[in-house]
């Protein structure tokens, strides 16, 4: 798993995946233009993807 942009949900003990923060960091304003489908994807990637390979991944 892939700690890198987990984050704590505040008031709760939950935690989410700031996919936008990892895609944003690729080219600003990207994030807003992905379709639905490609968020998901996105975030199956910033959840699962190795660290070092993340960045290749999302480009893709």
């Known amino acids: 798993m892939n700690t890198d942009y ?3 949900l505040p008031g709760t ?6 996919v ?3 895609v944003e960091e690729i080219q600003t304003g990207a994030y807003d ?3 639905y489908t ?5 975030e199956q990637l910033v959840r699962r ?3 070092e390979m993340l960045t290749d991944a999302l480009k893709q």
Do not use: I
Not at 13 to 18: A, M, T, V
Not at 38 to 42: C, I, P, W
């Open 6 to 8: 987990r984050k704590p």
């Open 13 to 18: 003990e939950l935690d989410y995946f700031d």
């Open 20 to 22: 936008r923060e990892a």
């Open 33 to 35: 233009t992905l379709p």
């Open 38 to 42: 490609s968020r998901v994807l996105a």
């Open 49 to 51: 993807c190795e660290p």
